[in-house]
Nanobody, 114 residues
Framework: QVQLVESGGGLVQPGGSLRLSCAAS????????MGWYRQAPGKQRELVAT???????MYADSVKGRFTISRDNAKNMVYLQMNNLELEDTAVYYC????????WGQGTQVTVSS
């Protein structure tokens, strides 16, 4: 059974930082491309950042220079370090694992508010 469990969301002021974590189980983690997506109220789910099995990273333009995705294959973990958070970053953040199939976590809420 594949499980992706996100953690680390919360309430933060503009300019603050959060680190999201995603624990994966039930997959051969090192072979999977991993990603973070987000969905704000009334909007479609959008890609935030991805990291391939070869550690190649990609970011949405809106988060470049502020967010960093990383992975630890020994721990089956993927992380999203979010710095200089903006109001527009408020959303539910989802962890994604993709190879032949695609799997999603349940999401973690990030709220940026003063």
């Amino acid at each position: 059974q594949v499980q992706l469990v996100e953690s680390g969301g919360g309430l933060v002021q503009p300019g603050g930082s959060l680190r999201l974590s995603c624990a994966a189980s039930g997959i051969n983690f090192r072979l999977y491309h991993m990603g973070w997506y987000r969905q704000a109220p009334g909007k479609q789910r959008e890609l935030v950042a991805t990291i391939t099995s070869s550690d190649i990273t990609m970011y949405a333009d809106s988060v470049k220079g502020r967010f960093t995705i990383s992975r630890d294959n020994a721990k089956n973990m993927v992380y999203l370090q979010m710095n200089n958070l903006e109001l527009e970053d408020t959303a539910v953040y989802y962890c994604n694992a993709q190879r032949f199939n695609r799997y999603w976590g349940q999401g973690t809420q990030v709220t940026v508010s003063s």
